[in-house]
């Protein structure tokens, strides 16, 4: 079978009604024959039925051994989180999403887990840091907002030696452009309320893991703390998967136009979409995923943060809000909306610099996404005569 086709058809018709749809199951318990005898649900933070297709569909399309849903990308991140102990350390990809930063430092931190970041687009940089006391590699590729990449399968390597579990945030790319545990990654997680779901309409999480004994540990951490996904959003979250491949290959598509556009504009200075040749990290990006996914970044050469404000508040199909992965283009000002609360040395060292712009591509036409663009950059440059002018 392939991809595309799986994601359609891993989910067969429900035995009980012959329904195609997979059934919301919106219900907290199940009615019991005798104590204990069951028909394998008994209470729905534990197991519910929709939930069980959701997560069935999640392992078979990461190449998993079991998949877990949860109430929301964070909630994901967090059962990953606490099957660690105290003295027990992380070595994380330095421009590391923003609420896993968070989590790692504000939460964490306090219950002795001891986090260390560096830039993973070397290897070499994992290798100098890891230690046998490191036992997750956090990863993210390509990186939130200017889209650094970093090579899984030598990390996987060189974590493998260590003995620490690779873990790779997959949420910019979704499993159909790339398959970390194929690549050697060990636990997958997504913020399902991006790509997966991929419509706008429900926050998700998933873990997906590679054996057993994973799977074992992150079961128990989602009924102990039950951090899970409802019912309705399960269902959702299955009917946005199963239009996964179409949308991203529609946002690939427009993101590589945009990207292209954007390259050979005379105000821009730094494109970021790994789909570009002069990308630093081209090859390695090629090598491992399907396609380049639907995110672009970029600057201006005259670095104003008031350029980056004037164009995100002049665009019409693009809208200004946080997020990606939906139907509908979205662009956001990272200094002052993801990265708001981040130090100033750190968004300058990974690139957020003030008039930095990121774009989540829709599944609009790429045309008229193209024009939009030319509109505000003109805006800008409207604005920067009538500044000259008053001078
Ligand atoms: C959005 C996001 C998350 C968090 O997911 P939520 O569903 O918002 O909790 C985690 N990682 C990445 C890369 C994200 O973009």
Avoid at 2 to 20: K, Q, S, V
Avoid at 49 to 57: A, M, N
Avoid at 161 to 178: C, H, I, K, M, R
Wanted: include cysteine; charge should be neutral; charged fraction near 25%.
């Amino acid at each position: 079978m392939n991809e595309a086709t799986r994601f359609i058809h891993t989910l067969g018709a429900d035995p009980l009604t012959g329904a195609i749809s997979v059934p919301i199951y919106q219900t907290s318990t199940f009615v019991q024959e005798a104590p204990g005898i069951n028909r394998g649900f008994d209470y729905s933070r534990s197991n519910n039925p929709t939930r069980r297709q959701l997560e069935k569909l999640l392992a078979e399309l990461e190449n998993g051994c079991a998949g877990f849903a949860f109430s929301s990308g964070l909630a994901a991140i967090d059962s990953v989180l606490k099957t660690l102990s105290s003295g027990d350390e992380i070595l994380a990809v330095e421009d590391i999403y923003g609420g896993s930063f968070r989590m790692f430092e504000h939460v964490y931190r306090k219950f002795g887990i001891r986090i260390r970041y560096v830039d993973t687009q070397e290897p070499a940089n994992v290798f100098d840091h890891i230690n046998a006391k490191t036992k997750l590699v956090w990863l993210e590729t390509p990186t939130n907002p200017t889209l650094k990449i970093t090579d899984i399968e030598s990390i996987s390597l060189i974590a493998k030696e260590y003995g620490a579990l690779v873990v790779v945030d997959n949420t910019f790319l979704s499993p159909y452009l790339q398959k970390p545990l194929d690549l050697g990654a060990d636990i997958v997680v997504h913020s399902a309320t991006k790509y997966l779901a991929g419509h706008s309409d429900v926050i998700a999480g998933a873990v997906i893991v590679k054996d057993e004994e994973l799977a074992e540990k992150i079961k128990f951490h989602q009924n102990a703390s039950g951090a899970v996904l409802g019912p309705f959003d399960s269902w959702l979250t299955i009917r946005g998967i199963q239009t996964l491949p179409l949308r991203i290959t529609k946002q690939c598509e427009n993101a590589k136009k945009v990207a292209e556009f954007l390259h050979g504009h005379p105000l821009v200075k730094n494109v970021y979409y790994p789909g570009l040749e002069g990308h630093k990290n081209h090859k390695v990006a090629k090598r491992q995923q399907r396609d380049f996914g639907g995110v672009v970044s970029f600057d201006f050469k005259e670095d104003l943060h008031e350029h980056g404000r004037r164009f995100v508040c002049s665009t019409k199909y693009f809208q200004l809000a946080e997020s990606l992965g939906g139907l509908k283009s979205l662009i956001c000002h990272p200094t002052d909306m993801t990265h708001k609360s981040t130090p100033v040395e750190i968004k300058r060292k990974v690139g957020v610099t003030d008039s930095l712009i990121r774009l989540s591509l829709g599944i609009e036409d790429a045309d008229d996404l193209i024009l939009d663009l030319k509109q505000a950059f003109e805006v800008v440059e409207q604005h920067k005569k009538s500044v000259l002018a008053s001078r």
